[in-house]
C-alpha cells in the first residue's frame, strides 16, 4: 500500500548512457514533482506536472524529459548521461485539497560511472 | 526568490530533552510551509505542514510554529528519544508557486 513509490531504487550506469526512472502514486493526487537531492543532501526542484501537464521546469537541461501518461504516473528520462547527474531523485506528489502537502517516494540513486 | 535557511546545520542533545529546530525564509508571502524528517537512505516523510493563517500545528511530541512577519518557524520536539534521530528539512510554498523551497536541514542526533 506504499503511497508514492519508485523504481529501482538504485541505478549505476556508464556516461553517455539513457536511463529512466519511474514513479506511482495512489493517493489520488493531481500533481506530481521530480527533485534532485545533491552530495551535499540539497533537494532542488526540476520538474511539477498538474493533470498531466507541465507546470515547472526549474533550468533543468535538455537532457532530462518528464513524462506523464495519467495523473498517477511521472517517469523521468535522462539522455547521454554526465557525471555530474549522479545524485538521488525523488518523486514526489500532492493536491489542492489536502494544502498542497508533499508525500515523497524513497527516491532513486543514480550513480554515473 | 525565496531563499530557506537553517541553523544549526547539525546538533547534538542527550535523551530526554526538549528541543528546537530553527527554520528562516525571506519572503514572507508564503502559502504554507511543511516540515519533514529524512533518515539515511530514505525519503522524505511529511512530519507538519502549517498554512500561512496558522500559529501553530501539533503532533504527538511534535509543535511547529510559524510568524510570517518575521521569516520564521519552529519545530519543538518534547522529550526527545532515540529514534528521533534524522534530519529535519523544512520546506516552503509561496502564494502563485506550485514547487516547495527546502532549507538546508539539520542534522538531529540524539544521544541515549
Known amino acids: 500500500d506504499t503511497a508514492v513509490s519508485q523504481t529501482p531504487k538504485y541505478l549505476v550506469t556508464q556516461m553517455g548512457n539513457d536511463k529512466s526512472i519511474k514513479c506511482e502514486q495512489n493517493l489520488g493526487h493531481d500533481t506530481m514533482y521530480w527533485y534532485k537531492q545533491d552530495s551535499k543532501k540539497f533537494l532542488k526542484i526540476m520538474f511539477s506536472?498538474?493533470?498531466?501537464?507541465?507546470?515547472i521546469n526549474e533550468t533543468v537541461p535538455n537532457r532530462f524529459s518528464p513524462k506523464s501518461p495519467d495523473k498517477a504516473h511521472l517517469n523521468l528520462h535522462i539522455n547521454s548521461l554526465e557525471l555530474g547527474d549522479s545524485a538521488v531523485y525523488f518523486c514526489?506528489?500532492?493536491?489542492?485539497?489536502?494544502?498542497?502537502?508533499?508525500?515523497f517516494g524513497p527516491g532513486t540513486r543514480l550513480t554515473v560511472t | 526568490k525565496q531563499e530557506v535557511t537553517q541553523i544549526p546545520a547539525a546538533l547534538s542533545v542527550p535523551e530526554g530533552e526538549n528541543l528546537v529546530l530553527n527554520c528562516s525564509f525571506t519572503d514572507s508571502a508564503i502559502y504554507n510551509l511543511q516540515w519533514f524528517r529524512q533518515d539515511p537512505g530514505k525519503g522524505l516523510t511529511s512530519l507538519l505542514l502549517i498554512q500561512s493563517s496558522q500559529r501553530e500545528q501539533t503532533s504527538g511530541r511534535l509543535n511547529a510554529s510559524l510568524d510570517k512577519s518575521s521569516g520564521r518557524s519552529t519545530l519543538y520536539i518534547a522529550a526527545s528519544q532515540p529514534g528521533d534521530s534524522a534530519t529535519y528539512l523544512c520546506?516552503?510554498?509561496?502564494?502563485?508557486?506550485?514547487?516547495?523551497?527546502f532549507g538546508t536541514g539539520t542534522r538531529l542526533t540524539i544521544i541515549p
Open positions: 514526489a506528489s500532492s493536491h489542492r485539497d489536502h494544502s498542497y502537502e508533499q508525500y
Open positions: 506536472y498538474n493533470n498531466k501537464e507541465l507546470i
Open positions: 520546506a516552503v510554498r509561496n502564494f502563485g508557486n506550485e514547487k516547495l523551497t
